[in-house]
């Protein structure tokens, strides 16, 4: 079974730019979660979506948000960007409450 | 609330035990374990499931106490492979996100 896929893989922006992020979960999963993973604060939830429903959402500015297609394929949006914003974002999938796989991340840079 | 996860780094050479803790102040539901490698995606290593249920790597091993709130993370017989920052993801119901804590950088040295 193919992995849980993220593109692009690396992303060089500038302040107050806009930016999408795309996941496909592995085959037959539901349920997609959004990550952001920095030095200092670790991995930190944003969003979790299944079947095209946002379930929960993390402490994070309105300039997040993210959305799933029937296909379960999911994206997440960055408006305005800051220079904070910079980080690896990891999705991960799962069946409904099981263990969630992660893919191997979008490394977002914000000049 | 974040768990705490002890110690922060701990360095062993091959063959040598560790153990990795991962405490939360809330009850808890579940505990999931992960390792990642630099550059790489967290890799799923077990779930620990209040009332017992634990699935994961038959390599590893870790216990969930329930009533202090505390999971860890068994390493025995360290292997190079081994290194990597240990993250432990606490639940507290069914269909809450994991909460990650901050990481154990474990190094493995021969």
């Known amino acids: 079974k193919a992995g849980v896929t993220q593109t692009p893989r690396y992303l060089i922006k500038t302040r107050g730019q806009q930016v999408t992020l795309s996941c496909s979960p592995i085959?037959?999963?539901?349920?997609v979660s959004w990550y952001q993973q920095t030095p200092g604060q670790g991995l930190q939830f944003l969003f979790e979506?299944?079947?095209?429903?946002?379930?929960n959402k993390g402490n994070f500015p309105g300039r997040f948000s993210g959305r799933q297609f029937s296909n379960s394929r999911s994206e997440m949006n960055v408006s305005t960007l800051e220079l904070g914003d910079s980080a690896l974002y990891l999705c991960?999938?799962?069946?409904?409450?099981?263990?969630?796989?992660f893919g191997p991340g979008t490394r977002l840079t914000v000049l | 609330q974040q768990p705490v996860q002890s110690p922060q780094a701990v360095i062993l050479r091959e063959g040598e035990d560790a153990v990795i803790n991962c405490s939360s102040s809330?009850?808890?539901?579940?505990v999931h374990w992960y390792r990642q490698k630099h550059g790489e995606a967290p890799v799923f290593l077990m779930i620990?499931?209040?009332?017992?249920e634990q699935k994961g790597h038959e390599k590893i091993s870790a216990s969930f106490n329930e009533k202090k709130q505390q999971s860890s993370l068994y390493l025995t017989a360290s292997q190079l492979s081994y290194s990597g920052t240990y993250f432990c993801?606490?639940?507290?119901?069914?269909?809450?996100?994991?909460?990650f804590g901050k990481g154990t950088r474990l190094s493995v040295i021969a």
């Open positions: 991960a999938s799962s069946l409904p409450s099981d263990t969630q796989y």
């Open positions: 085959s037959g999963h539901r349920s």
């Open positions: 979506y299944f079947s095209e429903t946002q379930r």
């Open positions: 809330k009850a808890l539901y579940s």
């Open positions: 620990l499931l209040k009332g017992g």
């Open positions: 993801g606490t639940e507290d119901s069914g269909n809450t996100p994991l909460v």
